[in-house]
């Protein structure tokens, strides 16, 4: 078993069973870059958003938000997302609700820990590299959300690295204005002007070319 791909990828696991969280980060969490773990779907939401994870591994029953419900919400601007979903059930409706959500993997607890980390090395390959090329010969790394021109790091913030995974995620769609500010402030109060600061700051540590400001929608980039 290869495992030499897992030092890039950042993992989510949401489970609402302390012991099975514990059990897992302590088996198998070494391997990644990261292994962050949240309780509940709402909470996994959040930190998917904070740490922009390779992969998500999810229990489906929890309360407040289910994994399936969370889930859902992450393929709206993650289609590529792996997904992995654990269950004490195995019942049919369940299994193809999972399968509507082109849920990557589907484990029955009990499982072994082994077995959930062979699953991921035999997918890290697809998952391992997120070098992305950009124009103007910059380029953007998802898993150290660093950006790059001509091999030199640009310091760029937390929040401008947040709307650059973004605008890569759903490229070559428009990340429309009212999204933008939900997800990069969770706030739908912040002002159109804070917004055209933000994009003038950014430009001017990047490129005037690198993203485009579509008038009257929103902002995009082609990659």
Known sequence: ?????????????????????SL??????????SFNVASNGI???????????DIVITDINMPDMTGLEMSEKLRKDNPDLPIIILSAFSQKEYLLNAIDLSVTKYLIKPFDPDELLEYIVSISNKI?????????????????NSLSLNGDFV??????????NTLIDISPLILEDNKMKLKLWDD?????????TFIKRFRQKTSKTLINNIKGQGYQIII
């Open 188 to 196: 739908d109060d912040i002002t159109d002007e804070r917004v055209r």
């Open 24 to 33: 897992l980060k302590d088996a198998i969490g070494e391997y990644f870059y």
């Open 155 to 164: 310091k760029i913030t937390k929040r401008e690295a947040k709307f650059l």
């Open 43 to 53: 909470e996994g939401l959040k930190q998917f958003n904070n740490i922009q994870a």
């Open 128 to 144: 391992g590299n997120k070098e992305i090329s950009l124009v103007d010969g910059f380029v953007f790394n998802k898993n150290t």
């Open 1 to 21: 078993m290869d495992i030499n791909n897992l030092k890039k990828i950042k993992v989510l696991l949401v489970e609402d069973e302390e012991e099975l969280s």
